[in-house]
Nanobody
Framework: VQLQASGGGLVQAGGSLTISCAAS????????MAWFRQAPGKEREFVAA?????????YADSVKGRFTVSRDYGKNTTMYLQMNSLKPEDTAVYYC?????????????????WGKGTLVTVSS
């Protein structure tokens, strides 16, 4: 069972970047998934989440209107985070998570699965 985030990199402020999280090893189609991030010296924070059905999404106020979370249901479920109008304060390691409930994955506590992060750096 594995969640693998990828697609991070260096981007200028105002630019866009899409990161992805590939889930493998079991059927994640029924799992709600989320993105969290942790900036240097700061605590991990919730960014966005998507329900197992894809019908409901949630966003932190700091990214609402700029970020879009989505997912597909191929052989291996993949979740995406499209990030537009990036700001230097968006710089962080981004982690993906999966849980059998939307409430659970949004809370970040007792989450069933965590993936290794991908670093996003936004230069000013």
């Amino acid at each position: 069972v594995q969640l693998q985030a990828s697609g991070g990199g260096l981007v200028q402020a105002g630019g866009s970047l899409t990161i992805s999280c590939a889930a493998s090893g079991r059927a994640f189609g029924s799992y709600s998934m989320a993105w969290f991030r942790q900036a240097p010296g700061k605590e991990r924070e919730f960014v966005a989440a998507i329900a197992w059905s894809g019908g409901k999404t949630l966003y932190a106020d700091s990214v609402k209107g700029r970020f879009t979370v989505s997912r597909d249901y191929g052989k291996n479920t993949t979740m995406y985070l499209q990030m537009n109008s990036l700001k230097p304060e968006d710089t962080a390691v981004y982690y993906c998570a999966a849980d059998d409930t939307l409430v659970g994955v949004v809370s970040g506590y007792g989450v069933d699965y965590w993936g290794k992060g991908t670093l996003v750096t936004v230069s000013s």
